[in-house]
């Protein structure tokens, strides 16, 4: 309650983390009883409007989800999930196969859950303006390297040197605090958000969108096409992110 009073920026990183053994929905139900309380002393001591909210914890998105539910006298916007973790990774994945400089490297952009069905988007990116697609010229490359290498790169880290990337996590933290802050300049980012249905998600899940900030606020990328590869994609994710918050139904504020 003291940490929350009166605080314009909660940072939610820890959560329960997966042990062997552990079910997937044993996980998010214990890391529900955790949200649940920070939401509830977010909801009592915050700003209300003026108090604004970045989980990292995992599952990250349903930990949104949890502690909005929570909050009742917070926005629901005022929450979000950071997938800039995963925007970060992909682009570097771009930077390595194509040798552009990372501010030549546009509209790309992480679908859905902060897990191993995100989908990182690379049909709208354009590199020194051109589509990235064309730049690149492997499709094979695209569909069976770099999707499943960004899907994978939390596990892959995690082998390599038995422990997870908590650098790179709160450096990515730092980007997605800052340009929620200061802006993009138009730019894209990712952010996991609450849906109010764009995209045919469900509305009042936290998923990950392009956006664009400015001015303190974040403003979902609207009417973008879709190819039938990608919608298949970014309906995968929003499944599974319908099954974690149906396995945490009961837990959850009506």
């Given amino acids: 309650m003291k940490a929350f009073e009166n605080v314009d920026w909660a940072l939610l990183v820890g959560a329960k983390p997966r042990s062997k053994g552990m079910e997937r929905a044993d996980l998010l139900k214990e890391n529900a009883k955790i949200f649940?309380?920070?939401?509830?002393?977010?909801?009592?001591?915050g700003k209300k409007e003026g108090t604004r909210i970045a989980v990292v914890g995992n599952p990250a998105n349903t930990n949104a989800l949890i502690a909005a539910r929570n909050?009742?006298?917070i926005p629901a916007q005022n929450f979000t999930a950071m997938t800039r973790l995963d925007h970060n990774r992909g682009l570097a994945q771009l930077v390595n196969k194509t040798g552009a400089k990372l501010g030549d490297i546009n509209h790309f952009a992480i679908w859905g859950n902060h897990s191993a069905t995100q989908y990182p988007d690379i049909s709208h990116t354009l590199i020194n303006g051109k589509p990235a697609k064309q730049?690149?010229?492997?499709?094979?490359?695209?569909?069976?390297?770099?999707?499943?290498?960004?899907q994978q790169r939390g596990a892959a880290i995690i082998n390599a040197r038995g422990a997870s990337s908590a650098a790179s996590a709160g450096g990515s933290l730092v980007d997605h605090v800052h340009d929620w802050i200061h802006g993009t300049n138009g730019e894209w980012t990712s952010m996991a958000v609450y849906s109010n249905g764009e995209y045919g998600v469900t509305q009042g899940l936290y998923y990950s969108y392009p956006v664009v900030c400015a001015n303190t606020k974040y403003e979902i990328v609207q009417d973008l096409p879709i190819d039938p590869f990608s919608a298949e994609r970014m309906e995968k994710t929003h499944q599974e992110l319908l099954q974690e918050r149906d396995a945490i139904a009961s837990l959850l504020p009506k």
């Fill in 36 to 45: 649940s309380i920070q939401g509830q002393a977010l909801n009592k001591v």
């Fill in 71 to 73: 909050a009742p006298n």
């Fill in 135 to 150: 730049v690149i010229n492997d499709e094979k490359w695209i569909v069976d390297n770099f999707i499943p290498t960004v």
